[in-house]
């Protein structure tokens, strides 16, 4: 498929019909959201696979970021046999889902399904709308459709829209602002976060990573809320929308225009003036980006970067002069459609998804680009003697210190062997 | 319906493909979807790129497709060339009735590899029923290929179901590798990370069964090729006595000297850290670790070292119940803990030491720190020491 071809994501073609590994599955992105979040029960529910996973996986994410001391979310595997998904489970799972949301500690539960429960089609809503009608407590359905997404994302994007839905209408925090979309730590270092910070604001939430239930029910004392990443975002619209909260984003951090867009936002909310500083910045970047252009300008390349957005980022490399010719979709996918129209103004590369090192090789041997950016076996690397760079994966930087970074790494893009040396 | 608190157990599906994980002429192509792919690579320890999802879709799944499929056994058949491909359901395939034994019938005349469908997977069960199931039709793929087999001179020992799958397989296996050729002159026909081809097993003179799941395909050679082969879990001093008996016994080799001095030292270490243990403070080992490993582990504790074992079995057997959570079971706070790297890890005020399944605290670094054999004894007692203070 071509980019001017594109009509969705899931339409986009596997290289290969025998797909290994594969992506994450969206369970794994309900599972990132919830991994801190204090006073939730997160019940997984499907055949034995699947919660095997979820659930291990959910235990082991915990494990790594230290929270074994109650800071962390209480996860049930629910594990359905043969008889349960031909004669349903109804009684069990309201018997549980009461227990649950009953507990001390317990502000809400959670239910997450899997694939072969969706296919079956049980009244699992229903379930969740009866137990919380007679407990008056939170319980909420989060059905999951590998079947159906094309990155686990999804998961995440629906894990966070479903924990922030039913909030009750909060009296605004004079200078408070919420963190939107950060799955990982560091959010409060990442630009605009620090420069709000000197300004005295303060940081109600960083949504998911460091959040709990209580924090999530006082979402909407927050004066406006930032999106660092796109799971976010649905959540900001909604608050906009229900709660006339405003939001500033920042998931676009390779777009120099809602970059700056975007900070001038945050002047406006903040009461400050950033432009004389928003200038410095554009001029600095203009003339790094005169170098990058210099060194790049008329190169080839692949893009196989996992996590940004990549029309977004494929349309920043040809804005300074490089030329996409293959384009293997990760796990993030551009929330709108308008770098993609500019992009396919200016290129019209190949498009596969998710790519192993083998489907990379054979791409490779039907034409060799000048640079591939994003993961690539170093052998393979070496063998087709590539210019190699990754963008920073850490997905709670974003602002013009992100911007530049970026534009450095093209910068310092080098051939496997010389970066030996 | 059953409900686990914090640790389901490992699933048939994730067994077979554990079992899979070793054999270098062997494929398996799933018909699911990728993400639960994705979850048993990251699973499987060790190889694992000729495990295959084909993503399954909505579209497939509305009108019953699978001409997806049929691409997959194709591309997987012309690329990696095995000599067996497993094609595999998933829980969604199962729901919508696809017939993967149809498929596979279809499909032979087009490919080189052995189909066989595994169709369809239990809906519940225990790792060790995946094991069992994956051995199972590796012996039936060696029976359907005999006859085509070429003679090969028996030369060598092969080690069933120990290999860089299992957390520290790769030292143990070391150490298996030294046992046998300082004390025997043999040579470990496994590969340094225990991988084998299928067709290969028949160059083995005596086949040492590890994993009891093996047990068929052990069988199995005996019966086509009149290999003898042992079921151990060489945890102790007393199985590799053992040991050194039945090769002695069956091959009709007798051991080298340096068996001897091997043995001596060890029983010297032994005594010492007996001595040892009778002037400290006694304290229960609580041991969780997977069934087929547990009793031989169990038995070096309990009899040789004497020391108080105690082993749950709610981790291992699921209970049925309905809707009543399964919880974790009791722990002790003065307890050691030799279980799974996640049990450890959710009791980081026990004394504790991951014996499988590690999260990433556990990972090793060296190939040479072996629990099992000889010298994997000796490890247990130095690992064991300081807790006992």
């Known amino acids: 498929m071509r980019l001017h071809e594109y009509t969705k994501a899931t339409d986009v073609p596997h290289y290969s019909c025998a797909i290994s590994p594969g992506k994450h599955c969206p369970l794994f992105g309900v599972g990132v959201v919830?991994?801190?979040?204090?006073?939730?029960?997160?019940?997984?529910?499907?055949?034995?696979?699947?919660?095997?996973?979820?659930?291990?996986?959910?235990?082991?994410?915990?494990?790594?970021?230290?929270?074994?001391?109650?800071?962390?979310?209480?996860?049930?595997?629910?594990?359905?046999?043969?008889s349960d998904f031909i004669f349903g489970i109804r009684p069990q799972l309201e018997k549980l889902l009461e227990e649950e949301v009953l507990r001390d500690d317990t502000h809400a539960v959670f239910l997450v399904t899997s694939c072969s429960v969706e296919v079956l089609s049980e009244d699992l809503k229903g379930t969740v709308d009866a137990v919380s009608s007679r407990t008056g407590k939170r319980v909420s359905l989060i059905p999951i459709e590998n079947f159906k997404t094309f990155s686990y994302f999804e998961g995440s994007e629906k894990a966070m829209v479903s924990l922030t839905s039913g909030l009750k209408t909060l009296p605004r925090k004079s200078k408070s602002f919420a963190v939107l979309g950060a799955r990982k730590a560091g959010a409060e270092k990442s630009e605009p976060v620090r420069w709000l910070l000197e300004k005295g604001y303060t940081l109600q939430s960083i949504l998911p990573y460091e959040s709990n239930a209580e924090k999530v029910e006082h979402l909407t004392e927050a004066e406006f809320t930032l999106v660092v990443e796109g799971c976010g975002l649905e959540v900001a619209k909604r608050l906009e929308q229900n709660y006339g909260i405003p939001y500033v984003r920042f998931d676009?951090?390779?777009?120099?225009?809602?970059?700056?867009?975007?900070?001038?936002?945050?002047?406006?909310?903040?009461?400050?003036?950033?432009?004389?500083?928003?200038?410095?910045?554009?001029?600095?970047?203009?003339?790094?980006?005169?170098?990058?252009?210099?060194?790049?300008?008329?190169?080839?390349?692949?893009?196989?970067?996992?996590?940004?957005?990549?029309?977004?980022?494929?349309?920043?490399?040809?804005?300074?002069?490089?030329?996409?010719?293959?384009?293997?979709?990760?796990?993030?996918?551009?929330?709108?459609?308008?770098?993609?129209?500019?992009?396919?103004?200016?290129?019209?590369?190949?498009?596969?998804?998710?790519?192993?090192?083998?489907?990379?090789?054979?791409?490779?041997?039907?034409?060799?680009?000048?640079?591939?950016?994003?993961?690539?076996?170093?052998?393979?690397?070496?063998?087709?003697s590539l210019m190699t760079f990754t963008f920073p994966i850490n997905r709670v930087s974003t602002g013009f210190d992100f911007y530049k970074t970026c534009l450095h790494q093209v910068l310092s893009a080098k051939k496997w062997e010389e970066r030996i040396k | 319906m059953k409900v686990y608190e914090a640790l389901p157990p490992a699933s048939v599906r994730l067994g077979f493909y554990r079992a899979a994980g070793p054999w270098k002429d062997v494929a398996v192509v799933e018909f699911g979807p990728e993400g639960t792919m994705h979850y048993v690579q990251s699973n499987v320890r060790g190889e694992s790129s000729h495990f295959f999802a084909t993503g399954l879709k909505e579209r497939q799944i509305i009108f019953g497709d699978t001409e997806?499929?049929?691409?997959?056994?194709?591309?997987?058949?012309?690329?990696?060339?095995?000599?067996?491909?497993i094609v595999m359901s998933s829980p969604v395939s199962e729901i919508i009735g696809a017939d993967l034994r149809a498929v596979c019938f279809k499909m032979q005349s087009k490919v080189h590899a052995q189909l066989m469908a595994w169709d369809p997977v239990p809906v519940?069960?225990?790792?060790?029923?995946?094991?069992?199931?994956?051995?199972?039709?590796?012996?039936?793929?060696?029976?359907?290929?005999?006859?085509?087999?070429?003679?090969?001179?028996?030369?060598?020992?092969?080690?069933l179901g120990l290999s860089e799958v299992d957390y520290n397989g790769i030292s143990d296996l070391n150490e298996i590798r030294r046992m046998l050729m300082d004390w025997f002159g043999l040579k470990l026909l496994n590969d340094a990370f225990g991988r084998y081809a299928l067709s290969d097993a028949k160059k083995a003179q005596f086949v040492w069964v590890v994993d009891q799941e093996a047990l068929p395909l052990a069988s199995t050679f005996k019966e086509l090729w009149g290999t003898p082969w042992h079921y151990s879990v060489p945890y102790g001093f007393s199985v590799c006595r053992e040991l050194v008996h039945v090769i002695e016994q069956t091959i009709g080799i007798s051991h080298q000297v340096q068996w001897e001095k091997d043995i001596q030292e060890a029983e010297l270490i032994l005594r010492q850290f007996r001595t040892g243990l009778e002037s400290r403070r006694k304290r229960r080992i609580f041991l969780d670790i997977r069934p087929a490993r547990m009793k031989s582990l169990e038995t070096f504790l309990a009899t040789e070292l004497g020391m108080e074992v105690y082993c749950p079995s709610a981790q291992t057997s699921a209970l049925s119940t309905d809707g009543a959570v399964i919880k974790n079971p009791e722990i002790h706070k003065d307890d050691i803990l030799l279980a799974s790297g996640l049990l450890c890890a959710l009791h980081p005020e026990n004394n504790a030491f991951c014996m499988d399944d590690p999260v990433v605290?556990?990972?090793?670094?060296?190939?040479?720190?072996?629990?099992?054999?000889?010298r994997g004894a000796e490890n247990f007692l130095t690992l064991l020491y300081p807790f006992l203070l």
């Open chain 1, 252 to 384: 676009k951090r390779l777009d120099l225009e809602h970059l700056t867009q975007g900070w001038r936002k945050l002047g406006k909310l903040t009461g400050e003036d950033c432009e004389p500083w928003i200038q410095e910045q554009l001029h600095e970047i203009t003339s790094i980006e005169a170098m990058v252009s210099a060194k790049v300008s008329g190169s080839t390349f692949f893009y196989n970067q996992k996590v940004l957005y990549p029309f977004e980022a494929a349309l920043f490399l040809t804005k300074l002069g490089m030329i996409p010719t293959c384009m293997f979709l990760g796990s993030a996918m551009d929330p709108d459609d308008e770098s993609r129209d500019a992009l396919v103004e200016k290129a019209d590369p190949i498009l596969w998804q998710n790519a192993n090192q083998s489907t990379i090789k054979n791409m490779l041997n039907t034409a060799i680009p000048d640079y591939f950016v994003g993961g690539i076996m170093s052998s393979i690397a070496q063998q087709y």
């Open chain 2, 361 to 374: 605290r556990h990972k090793t670094f060296s190939h040479h720190l072996p629990l099992m054999g000889l």
């Open chain 2, 68 to 85: 997806n499929l049929e691409k997959a056994i194709l591309e997987v058949d012309e690329q990696l060339h095995p000599g067996l491909m």
């Open chain 2, 124 to 159: 519940a069960g225990n790792e060790a029923q995946g094991k069992t199931i994956a051995y199972e039709k590796a012996a039936a793929y060696l029976k359907k290929i005999d006859s085509i087999l070429p003679a090969v001179e028996k030369n060598g020992v092969l080690v």
């Open chain 1, 34 to 82: 919830f991994q801190g979040m204090a006073g939730v029960t997160l019940i997984y529910i499907g055949p034995q696979d699947c919660v095997y996973y979820a659930q291990t996986d959910t235990l082991l994410r915990q494990l790594a970021s230290g929270r074994t001391d109650g800071s962390q979310v209480r996860t049930l595997a629910v594990q359905l046999s043969d």
